[in-house]
């Protein structure tokens, strides 16, 4: 599909508008954007577009530009618009991932889990000087809405204490590709949360952790941490969250912060009493 067919497009049509032609609607068992949807003024459009196109179980693939990307296109987009429109427009989330590369070293990259708060709670700077890229899948299921209008998550859930919406989603340790491939085969390693000291007040409990754990956040890089926090094997957060959320919120939030882990539990308990079991994995 394209705005023209001087490129030999199959179907001519532009995003940006609304009247999306009858026979398009729910045919497409995929629908795969590998760079255009930045070139799109209207992406509320775009994205319904997309959405009405695709069959009930049908495929969503985006990959879009995040950073250092500039004038490519109108937008950079950052990962918690993938996340959050299509968490309300009741897709279900499959994959979410940020790669990150150099222009002079062509063929490697770093690729990372892009979840809800992996780069910060709104943070300002903390992208590096790399290029980088989303790339996100989505499956429309039987219920899904062609149509959302999302309110950004990460601020969202303070007024209405909902969990964020990509812990759905599978987290994994980053990873070094060169050409296409892994580098190296790594398994993350894991470490039971065994005991954790209570605030006095608030829904912060702290544990330090081992040595062997490598450093977290800190004040020149407040997005350091790789680490997944897990509450019986479901992923919690957002990570990286400022010590005020962890407190005030809680629903799972954490930091790890140098050598300690801050963290709340998914429903305020106490973790060294409520039966679950707390492991960290990087």
Same mark, same amino acid.
């Given at each position: 599909m394209d705005v023209s067919r001087y490129e030999g497009a199959d179907f =001519?049509?532009?995003?940006?508008? =609304?009247?999306l032609p009858t026979e398009l609607v729910g045919r497409f068992g995929v629908v795969l954007n590998g760079g255009t949807l930045e070139h799109v003024f209207h992406v509320p459009n775009a994205l319904t577009n997309i959405t009405r196109m695709l069959k009930p179980g049908g495929l969503a693939i985006h990959i879009l530009p995040m950073s250092n990307c500039i004038d490519h296109g109108f937008y950079q987009f950052s990962p918690t618009l993938m996340l959050d429109y299509y968490a309300a427009a009741r897709y279900e989330l499959?994959?979410?991932?940020?790669?990150?590369?150099?222009i002079q070293a062509p063929g490697s990259c770093q690729?990372?889990?892009?979840?809800?708060?992996?780069?910060? =709670? #709104?943070?300002l700077g903390t992208m590096d000087n790399k290029i980088a890229f989303h790339m996100f899948a989505a499956r429309k299921l039987p219920n899904s809405l062609d149509k959302a209008v999302p309110i950004q998550s990460l601020y969202g859930r @303070?007024?209405? #204490?909902?969990?964020?919406i990509s812990r759905s989603i599978d987290w994994f340790a980053p990873f070094e590709m060169k050409d296409g491939k892994r580098t190296t085969a790594y398994k993350p390693r894991e470490v039971l949360i065994s005991s954790a000291s209570g605030a006095s007040d608030g829904q912060t409990w702290t544990s330090i952790l081992p040595d062997h754990v490598p450093p977290g956040d800190n004040n020149s890089n407040p997005i350091a941490s790789v680490l997944g926090l897990f509450e019986d094997g479901k992923l919690l957060g957002p990570p990286h969250s400022s010590h005020e959320t962890i407190r005030t919120? #809680? @629903?799972?939030?954490?930091?790890?912060?140098?050598?300690?882990?801050?963290?709340?539990?998914s429903d305020g308990s106490d973790p060294n009493t409520n039966g679950r079991r707390y492991t960290c994995k990087f």
């Open positions: =001519e049509f532009d995003l940006n508008n =609304e009247d499959l994959h979410s991932a940020s790669i990150h590369f150099e690729v990372r889990p892009a979840l809800t708060g992996s780069f910060g =709670e #709104g943070l @303070k007024f209405t #204490g909902e969990a964020p919120i #809680g @629903k799972g939030a954490y930091s790890h912060w140098g050598s300690a882990l801050y963290f709340s539990t």
